[in-house]
């Protein structure tokens, strides 16, 4: 299959979501994969990421296991094979913030253990379940009394609709892999705007801010991050080289936007390791700090490349989709800041804009005028999960259909390739504008299930 056909495909049922059973999910889990996004191995391209479909929005894409593989069925006919990341060992590895083991709390989302899987809501038979004090099974959630007098944590799914939503227990793992063969940390979870319940319409991250999410606050969290990250590079071996790092997390407080929580995640990891190992890029993925002496700082500390997201185009979008300071910032800041980060990052300065909660063209004007200054835009649908959930129920806005995506694709290559902008670095499965451009990256082997190694020994064997 030619590529073309398989980012067709991925863009299909990146409008969808997918359905994969929760026996399915299981038996993936005890073959030691980590679905996290559907990837594919021969074109090496990594795919969406929602494994429940949107919500209650019904998907005719489904996960089966069929003939030896993973087969993904539209409309219970075949119409792709498709593969996942192996999980790693280094990803047991999860914060948990003292006295708080095994207490509910309001974190959801948190599929697979894994930050990148964001779904809006579980299912039932994944929940997990405890004995309560009367003999019989409850699911773990919140406290409630039970009939024979103890108290009990009661299940949440019974509430808010009858929807069913997973817990993380507050344990978050220190390094992820994204869905875009490359690590991950998180130094927090919460958002200042979250906090100030000014939060982004289209936020991923549901629920509300809470110190549970603010990992870097914990002084555990810094001495056992070194150790999880000495673990992954270890694990990854001499393929550290071919993976990238991000760091991201939501707008901490101050005018440093949380740049110096973000230069403390790579001092970490060189107090660890004695040395910042050669990856891919490291990328700080950050809101324009107010003084862009902040950016020097990052590039100092060992960032390569940087990633502002503006996500809005136009101003008065901005401000209704963001009803906070970011939204209230100008666009013309963003482009101060990009000219400054293109003088001192060695590596990429890139942006995004969502596909979905603006108006295609002002999107497009945005792609035109970033390209112009040498900036590549992420572009990405909007999909609906946490607060952007709770938008999409207003009927306000959608996940954009696979033919508005493509026709999207389509005018910002052109733009890019017009300013010969190459596409931006990170992709991942929430966007396909790098692949529509044709850019392709090696996937690390050391990512890559023992499974999917033999059959491609086997598929090399048999055309030799
Ligand atoms: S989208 Fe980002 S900046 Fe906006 S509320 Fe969510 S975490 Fe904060």
Redo the contacts with the bound molecule.
Sequence with gaps: MSNLDIVDKKIQIQGHGIKISPALKQRLNQEGYYPVALTWIADDITGPFSFTGYGDQATPFELRHADGGYRVFKDNKFFVDATFYKKPAFFNRLHTPKGLDMEAENTIFIDEGMSGAITPKGIVSDAETITTPCGGTQRVGDTITTPCGGTQRRDLSLDRNSEVYKFTKGRFPYVTVACYNGLVIWPAWG????KNH???K????PGDYNEHKLLHTDPDYWTNLGDAFAAAVDEIGDEIGQVSLTVD???LPGRDKGASTYIKVLDTLKERLGHLPDLLYRRAVI?PPLEFEWLDQLAAAGYTDVQMDA?VYDEKERRYV?P?A?GFRKIDDYIKAFRRAKEIFPGEVATQLIVGIQSDENLLKGVEHFASEGVPTLVTPFLPF??GRNWQATGEVDVPSPERMKRVYGRAAEILTKYNVNPPQFRGGVSSLAETMGRRLRRARALTNPIDLARERETTLLAA
């Design positions: 958002c200042l705007y979250t000014t939060q982004c289209f936020c991923c991250v997390s939501g707008t809101e996500d963001m906070n970011k946490g607060h």
